[in-house]
């Protein structure tokens, strides 16, 4: 299983690699974001990348967040298609009813030469089982919003599966430990490095934790205004001192580096390696269950 970070920008990029040169990170670029750092990914620092993977930036579109058009993707892709590992459909409808709009794009862009992954919006209908007795593709996406409740992610997993085990599954925007290392989903993504720091916390897998799942999320200051009961104060955090080895050992880090100049930048470092680690975590659980890593 791979875990690719979404949407980074080529600072933390360079300056993960520069700190930790055996991680090599997956990325997953949207064409929706960063057009003027593109080039930059897909070819001068592409040496320090593992994978990428290409978000058509269809989810900015269903948002109102972007203006991207089929014709767009398709005359980008044609060009850069080929510096991705893989890339994904424009589909444009995220409701369980969509699937009509998503094949015709799909279909669209395999007329013009390209090789787009298809994205599953609807877990419970015939979708599955279209893309699954088409036997023309190798993967599938799961982006629907019924991803967000495990039975059903458990579901549309079993189901293709079922239908051809050999078929690779992406999960969007999926990060949960405890979901991955019972799945036998190839890859995922996450934005959750970017947005806990932007919120002014960290993630720390804490070895004293006696949770399956050993994550305690760190507030070190910010934009959140009062503390949930999910959340630990750096200041008050009963494994301080721990966190702080941890910190000052791998990043080089004190707790003003989190609180001053460049702080977010800082907690967006420590989250990476976070999510970095937690593919191996989740690997090496998937081991021990006896879970086809993909």
Known sequence: MKTFHASPSLRV???YHELFPADVLNV???????EAEREGFLVQ????????????????????????????????????GNKFDRYFNFDTD??????????????????????PIPVVHNFYNFEIDYYVRSRK????????????????????VNRIKKGNPAIKIHWFGGSTYEWLIQLPIASCD?????????????????????????????????????????????????????????????????YQDLCGYDDKFNMQLVNMKYYTDMEKRVNDERLRRGIPLE
Do not use: C
């Open 13 to 15: 990029v360079r300056r």
């Open 28 to 34: 997953l670029l949207s064409l929706a974001f960063n």
């Open 45 to 80: 620092y592409r040496n320090i990348i593992a994978e990428i993977i290409g978000d058509s930036g269809a989810w900015s579109v269903a948002m109102g967040k972007s203006t991207l058009t089929l014709e767009a993707v398709i005359n980008f892709l044609l060009l850069w």
């Open 94 to 115: 995220f409701s369980t009813r969509g699937f009509v709009n998503n094949i015709t794009n799909q279909l669209e862009m395999e007329k013009r030469g390209l090789v």
């Open 137 to 156: 593709y190798d993967w599938l996406a799961l982006g629907s919003s019924q991803s967000s409740n495990f039975r059903h992610l458990k579901h549309a």
């Open 190 to 254: 996450t934005t959750s490095w970017a947005k806990s720091g932007a919120y002014g916390i960290i993630k720390y897998w804490n070895p004293r934790n006696e949770e399956l799942d050993k994550t305690d999320y760190i507030y070190v200051g910010g934009r959140s205004s009062k503390l949930d009961s999910s959340l630990h104060h750096f200041v008050t955090y009963p494994f301080r001192k721990d966190l702080e080895e941890y910190l000052q050992v791998n990043f080089g880090f004190n």
